[in-house]
């Protein structure tokens, strides 16, 4: 029976030389978050996400400003109604994709370089780019489309890196057992960037101009950036702070250090089902989540006729969902493996095939809906439950080969990212009156693709470390189990007889 829930609380799988559980620090983790140096690591990974996201989706909401008709009056007292930019919505489609032109060029060179150098560097390097940039964009909005769409795509290229790099950290720093709830609190940094970028830049376009919008949330990225830089070290052992107890402890639950040479096994990892499998989920969840992230203000201006406002804040209601529930998925899906009750593999599936089964169903009631309070109650739902999902197939790299993780979710990133570039300029061409019927495209081609993720995750993902990202030690130890395994089974058999 011992046996039986030990091999779940490990998810069937060998991080390590010994099973992380019977390896224990001696001041055990509390509410006292700060005494861990590996969770002060996390509240600045969480605020950069915050970063990455504030400076992706202001202009989500920017742009409302920026082409809604506005009274002005030029030198000569004449008077003249019309937006400061008159971009159409497929221009508008073209511009609210072009950052991922970018994004999507640098999600590789991400992870296999920050497998190399750590992932800290890239990390602060990527989003304090990104935060420089954002403070010349509306010197470049005023000067041409073009550069503005220039500037965009180099902002997405620097924030490329991001979220494979930070796998490059959590693989140093997060103890098998908490990774859920370490990768979750980072990520719902994205989430609380985007409730309080959405209503600030709707406040601060009304009350500074759309311009104020870039310039607050430039400012703020820069500020993180000498933070990041000054505290966050690659792993334990290259920080000072980190006492050796808990250096101890990460580095011998996680079986390796940052000093060993990683090698990457290219063959396998492209013929990995469960590696597929994640790409697979990877991709819809960002289809749903990006159509959301650029279209919904317009959405909720054009269709449901509320004011910028109003929409700024309305539109950040569902993701204030979402960062509150990862926090809530994260620890949940931890403590379901800590306490024997599901394997790994049983809580990324349950997960992520529950979130988006449940999105499904939701982003489909919207489409029929259209109604201004259920309409937000269900994108509410559907965006919040994929907090659920996040804890599945976002962490799932770290669980099939936590020292290729990095590379892993800049390969399954780059794929992912299509739906930033596809979805905003498909919704340009789809909507172009604004009515519901044509919204009601956008959101069941949503749903159709959350389903399909649901079945290629449900068939082919898994929570088990793979024998290609075994190291040697790992591998010998597996061989052993598996002797010992058989040794009692002959036993067992030899009784029965």
Known sequence: MEDSVNNKQNGHQLESLTHPEEIAEAEPLSWRFWRKRRYIVVLLAFFGFFNVYSMRVNLSVAIVAMTENRTTIDANGVETVGPEFPWDSKQKGLILSSFFYGYILTQFAGGFISSKIGGNIVFGIGIGATAILTLFTPMAA???????????????????????CIHAVWSRWSPPLE????????FAGNYAGTVVAMPASGLLATAYGWESVFYVFGTIGCLWLILWFIIVRSGPDRDRFCSQDEREYIQKTIGYTSEQKVTHPWRAIFTSLPFYAIIASHFSENWGFYTLLTQL?????????????KTGFLAAVPYLAMGILLGVSGYLADMLQVKGILTTTQVRRYFNCGAFLAQTVFMVLTAYLLDPTWSVVCITIAVGLGAFAWSGFAVNHLDIAPQHASLLMGIGNTIATVPGIVSPMLTGYLVVDGTSDEWKAVFFISAGIYCIGCIIYWIWASGELQEWAMTPEQRAAALEQKAQKNGHTNEALELKE
């Open 142 to 164: 005023k000067h041409s489309l073009d550069a503005f769409i220039a500037v965009r795509i180099i902002e997405g290229f620097f924030e490329g890196v991001t979220f494979p």
């Open 179 to 186: 990774r859920s709830r370490m990768a979750s609190i980072a």
């Open 297 to 309: 203000p317009t959405f909720l201006r054009d269709t449901l006729e509320f004011n910028l406002d």
